[in-house]
């Protein structure tokens, strides 16, 4: 069956400082994999879509950037993170662009 | 029209009565459709998904597509306090090259 493993579950940064979540998926091949936010009080608001190895199309423009160095692997990074950038951050996948599943999620403060 | 959209709520249904939620959509186009429930500080998890072709019954759970009026809703029988959450649809949107789109979700609160 297919996992998703998010990490890490929880991280406080001041503002300014780098950011690497990371993502991982088995039991499958060539995911489209995703990456959410979810900001107090809002909907999901999904940053980043991959479909393949070094495939990374952004939705949304802002300090936030994301790579997929293997098949199964997908990180969200930032060089500086802003007090905005605080939220449930959600990686997810999906085959064929059907139905998502969703990490148990990694929850930001920027302070 | 905003893609998906849902009423925020909170819906309030007491114990054993049916909670029923309800979802538009502006693509004609769309083919398939998701339901997922989310409990406060965790990731949402998926209940239930149909396609264009009919309803969907699993256990306690019903989901009702209605494509001439653009809305999906989902029925939760004899609901129980665990049913209290946050209940996102979701729906592919063909105009937008086949791309899942959430909804803000509706709170549901279930009273004992």
């Known amino acids: 069956s297919q996992t998703i493993h998010q990490w890490p579950a929880t991280l406080v940064q001041p503002v300014g400082s780098p950011l690497s979540l990371e993502c991982t998926v088995e039991g499958t091949s060539n995911p489209n994999l995703y990456w959410y936010r979810q900001a107090a009080g809002r909907g999901l608001q999904l940053l980043f879509y991959s479909v393949g190895i070094g495939q990374i199309s952004s939705e949304v423009p802002q300090n936030l950037s994301a790579s997929r160095p293997q098949d199964r692997q997908f990180i969200l990074s930032s060089k500086k993170l802003l007090l905005s950038d605080s939220g449930f951050y959600l990686c997810?996948?999906?085959?064929?662009?059907?139905?998502?599943?969703f990490g148990e999620g990694s929850w930001l403060t920027v302070v | 029209q905003k893609e998906v959209e849902q009423n925020s709520g909170p819906l309030s249904v007491p114990e054993g009565a049916i909670a029923s939620l309800n979802c538009t959509y502006s693509?004609?186009?769309?083919?398939?459709f998701f339901w997922y429930r989310q409990y406060s500080g965790k990731s949402p998890e998926l209940i239930m998904f149909?396609?264009?072709?009919g309803d969907k019954e699993d256990g306690r759970f019903t989901a009702q597509l209605n494509k001439a009026s653009q809305y999906v809703s989902l029925l939760i029988r004899d609901s129980q306090p665990s049913d209290s959450a946050t209940y996102l649809c979701a729906v592919n949107f063909m105009n937008r090259d086949d791309k899942i789109i959430f909804g803000k979700g509706t709170r549901l609160h279930i009273l004992p």
């Open positions: 693509d004609r186009g769309s083919q398939s």
């Open positions: 997810a996948w999906s085959v064929m662009g059907n139905t998502i599943y």
């Open positions: 149909i396609y264009s072709n």
